[in-house]
């Protein structure tokens, strides 16, 4: 079964404190891996889309990164401001164009 | 900039009432979705139109419907609302070659 699975679910970041969120996936070739940032009661924020193993793209204090079977997100140095649920999502072959198979999402807190 | 707009952010309905939400993009895009995301269960793909007039059953069809009568437009309908209606709705528009899809503010219904 095509699946995109997050962990963790909750990650407490002292402002400074560099983690990583990771996003594993399943699915039957891969078309593209995105990752979107959520605000409380808003719509989700795309961030970036990648397309094929070893690629990286960066974005202020996040990185992001994609292997074979899972992707990560880098946040270097992260500040308050960056608490937000980040959701990753992937479109795969075999799909309807534009179907993305979501994963649950990492809720990340930063303490100043 | 990425223009997507939902006709409420919150909404409260009574249960049985037939409910209308309506998402506009200013893109000119092709491929619009709609979407529900719940606490624990993520974001599961309700309805997606890929022309005018055209539309396709997502994940979770039952108990609603849509209309798409002008490119810039589309209407997800709950025919008679129930209780586990309650949720956050959420309208995408994109999923062209690139499969990014790009979302708009959400609307907070409640079925009481």
């Known amino acids: 079964e095509d699946q995109v699975t997050q962990s963790p679910e909750a990650l407490r970041l002292q402002e400074g404190e560099s983690s990583s969120l990771n996003c594993s996936y399943t699915?039957?070739?891969?078309?593209?891996l995105f990752w979107y940032r959520q605000d409380p009661g808003k719509g989700p924020e795309f961030l970036f889309t990648?397309?094929?193993a070893g690629e990286e793209k960066e974005k202020e204090r996040l990185k992001a990164t994609l292997t074979k079977k899972e992707s990560f997100l880098h946040i270097t140095a992260p500040k308050p401001e960056d608490s937000a649920t980040y959701l990753c999502?992937?479109?795969?072959?075999?799909?309807?164009?534009?179907?993305?198979?979501f994963g649950k999402g990492t809720k990340l807190s930063v303490k100043p | 900039d990425v223009k997507v707009t939902q006709s409420s952010r919150y909404l409260v309905k009574r249960t049985g009432e037939k409910v209308f939400l309506e998402c506009v993009q200013d893109m000119d895009h092709e491929n619009m979705f709609w979407y529900r995301q719940d606490p624990g269960l993520g974001l599961r793909l309700i309805y997606f139109?890929?022309?005018?007039?055209?539309?396709e059953k997502g994940d979770i069809p039952e108990g609603y419907s849509v209309s798409r009568e002008k490119k810039e437009r589309f209407s997800l309908i709950l025919e008679s609302a129930s209780t586990n209606q309650t949720s956050m709705y959420l309208c995408?528009?994109?999923?062209?070659?690139?499969?990014?899809?790009?979302f708009g503010p959400g609307t907070r219904l409640t079925v009481l």
């Open positions: 995408a528009y994109g999923g062209d070659s690139t499969d990014t899809q790009y």
């Open positions: 699915v039957s070739g891969l078309r593209g």
């Open positions: 139109s890929y022309d005018v007039k055209m539309k």
């Open positions: 990648l397309y094929s």
């Open positions: 999502a992937a479109a795969y072959y075999g799909g309807s164009q534009g179907n993305l198979i």
